[in-house]
């Protein structure tokens, strides 16, 4: 990934102050994803931002028709690079710390891995990746577990895997 890709983090709601150096983990995460999924990235721009339940719900209605929050939206950009002009903006990776930490607990992760294997999907989401059928999902999944297991986070869907 180029110095040119500039990635920016805003962190909107105070849950996210609790976990360790936040914006590092986000990042950090992004970077990773932007790598495998466009390795030959020159020149853009993301934007993550750690947002919390209401405002993820909020846009989850007005965008998706789904009144209730979600732990991450992804919003690709329509921009396309001109000869000369600006860099593309590559979209907008947003997540909700509520449903971020309570569904960590529910499956007795780490926050922190969580929090970066759902930015790692988001920024996949911008790069055309999808899991709305099982051959997608597994492209996608296998995909998320090669970079989440590059940061030295363990496989997520290892439970998922494990026959019943």
């Not at 590092?24 to 390795?39: F, I, W």
């Not at 989850?60 to 009144?67: H, M, P, Q, S």
């Not at 209730?68 to 593309?88: C, I, Q, R, Y």
């Not at 929090?115 to 999944?141: C, K, N, P, R, T």
Request: no cysteine; proline share 7%; charged share 25%.
């Amino acid at each position: 990934m180029s110095a040119r890709v500039e990635l920016v983090v805003s962190i909107e709601n105070d849950g996210w102050a609790s976990l360790d150096a936040p914006e590092a983990l986000a990042l950090r995460a992004a970077k990773a994803g932007l790598t495998a999924a466009s390795p030959e990235l020159d020149a853009g721009t993301l934007t993550l931002v750690l947002s919390g339940d209401d405002e993820v719900r909020e846009l989850n209605r007005r965008w998706r028709g789904l009144d209730k929050p979600t732990n991450v939206l992804s919003f690709p950009s329509e921009d396309e690079a001109f000869p000369g002009g600006p860099p593309p903006h590559f979209g907008d990776v947003i997540l909700a710390w509520e449903t971020v930490a309570r569904e960590a607990e529910e499956q007795n992760k780490p926050i922190a891995d969580h929090a970066s294997h759902l930015i790692v999907h988001g920024v996949l989401h911008l790069f055309g990746y999808d899991h709305q059928d099982d051959a997608e999902a597994s492209v996608m999944e296998t995909l998320e577990t090669r970079i989440l297991g590059e940061l030295g986070i363990p496989d997520p869907y290892a439970m998922d895997r494990v026959p019943a």
